[in-house]
């Protein structure tokens, strides 16, 4: 069964006539975060798949993704040499493209729920992931685009810098434990910023 989630009636409308489809509604906005953990705990399938409504799968794409991986090292690709779709293991994922075991997903706990509309949830997904023994792969002959607006179709009360800023300063105080300073060094702001406990 696929979710979808909407803030406008009509908006889920055509997406009804689909086979597998149910359109979830808030009774109130409760921006990404939670909106995502409802879409998991109401799916039935043992593979959850996040895909924000700006990503697109596709046969193909020349885009520039502003979201940016490093590229493998000399070694690595040496490594890889015969196996160019093999899943490539990394530290941090993209938060719009997802694919997780549902029972993993819920072992972990989900999404902080406690982080505001956008921003961060990446982050601390990934590192709740790899901190309670699990990993994570980029997919490399997956065909996702993950296409960016030039502005967010929906506000922020507290202003979308200070909304990202709660979000990472809250994963940082977490997840990071000492490592936290490399953080507040590059974000010295963000020591101001109320983060809920």
């Not at 990446?122 to 023994?133: K, L, V």
Request: glycine residues 8%; contains cysteine.
């Amino acid at each position: 069964m696929f979710l979808f989630f909407f803030t406008i009636a009509a908006d889920g409308e055509l997406l009804l006539g689909l086979p597998k489809v149910q359109v979830l509604r808030n009774d109130k906005r409760e921006g990404l975060i939670r909106s995502r953990v409802k879409g998991a705990n109401a799916a039935s399938s043992e593979i959850l798949t996040f895909l924000d409504s700006h990503c697109e799968c596709n046969l193909g794409f020349d885009w520039s993704l502003h979201f940016k991986w490093d590229n493998l090292t000399p070694k690595e690709k040496k490594a890889r040499k015969g196996t160019p779709i093999a899943p490539i293991r990394t530290p941090m994922i993209a938060g719009g493209l997802f694919v997780v075991d549902k029972a993993w997903f819920e072992k972990l706990g989900q999404y902080d729920v406690m982080m505001d509309i956008w921003g961060g949830e990446n982050f601390e997904i990934s590192f709740r992931t790899w901190q309670c023994g699990g990993s994570m792969e980029i997919i490399p002959c997956s065909r996702v685009g993950h296409v960016f607006r030039k502005r967010h179709p929906y506000s922020f009360p507290d202003g979308n810098a200070n909304t990202y800023m709660k979000n990472t300063r809250r994963t940082a105080e977490v997840w990071m434990d000492e490592y936290k300073r490399f953080y507040y060094a590059a974000r010295p702001m963000a020591r101001s910023a109320n983060y809920g406990r």
